[in-house]
């Protein structure tokens, strides 16, 4: 069974920052694209980073360059999201998926106040 | 980055009755490899996507056979031939031909 598990998220202060991570299990990690999707409340779906299989090449929206890095571990089948900077616009349930769309976790969310 | 727009925005549908979503890109969506790399996806209240077609017009496993996708280029559709009350949710279209991927603004249906 396919699982992707998100964790990290939380209520964090404008300017603030966090790590997001993903463990996967039952498929071949090392050899699929991944991304990291967001979905602000209310609204519709936003992929933020994707990373190569190697990590080789990332891209990442315009509205997160430079605040946000994607990286991932093949060793440990996990996926990350450093998030610097944060701003009342990043609050949103923070989804780990295949970049394709075939997986999806269940989303973390992550909530930017003072 | 690819633009992706979607119509209609709001699609309240009869039961029984088909329905069809719209999806353009703004540029062709067609890789260097030959492949479209088109997906549709569904999201039901309170859940995570779920992905009903890639590359166009594949259906993924458990998929309803009353969904289809279709089209070329930068025009695609979504059609579902009989629509059921579980089907009730927001499409979203999405590419990934070119990086960063993106999606469609989602389509609602329900039902009338």
């Known amino acids: 069974e396919v699982q992707l598990v998100e964790s990290g998220g939380g209520l964090v202060q404008p300017g603030g920052s966090l790590r997001l991570s993903c463990a996967t299990s039952?498929?071949?990690?090392?050899?699929?694209?991944m991304s990291w999707v967001r979905q602000a409340p209310g609204k519709g779906l936003e992929c933020v980073a994707n990373?190569?299989?190697?990590?080789?090449?990332?891209s990442y929206v315009d509205s997160v360059k430079g605040r946000f890095t994607i990286s991932r571990d093949n060793s440990k089948n996990s996926l990350y999201l450093q998030m610097n900077s944060l701003r009342a616009e990043d609050a949103a349930v923070y989804y780990c998926?295949?970049?394709?769309?075939?997986?999806w976790g269940q989303g973390t969310l992550v909530a930017v106040t003072s | 980055d690819v633009v992706m727009t979607q119509s209609p925005l709001s699609l309240p549908v009869t039961l029984g009755q088909p329905a069809s979503i719209s999806c353009r890109s703004s540029q062709s969506l067609v890789s260097s490899d030959g492949n479209t790399y088109l997906s549709w996806f569904q999201q039901r209240p309170g859940q995570s996507p779920r992905r009903l077609i890639y590359?166009?017009?594949n259906r993924d496993s458990g998929v309803p056979d009353r969904f289809s996708g279709s089209g070329s280029g930068a025009d695609f559709t979504l059609k579902i031939s009989r629509v059921e009350a579980e089907d009730v949710g927001v499409y979203y279209c999405m590419q990934h031909t070119h990086w960063p991927v993106t999606f469609g603004p989602g389509t609602k249906v329900d039902i009338k």
């Open positions: 990373i190569k299989p190697d990590g080789s090449q990332k």
């Open positions: 998926a295949e970049t394709g769309g075939g997986y």
């Open positions: 039952g498929f071949t990690f090392s050899s699929h694209y």
């Open positions: 590359k166009v017009s």
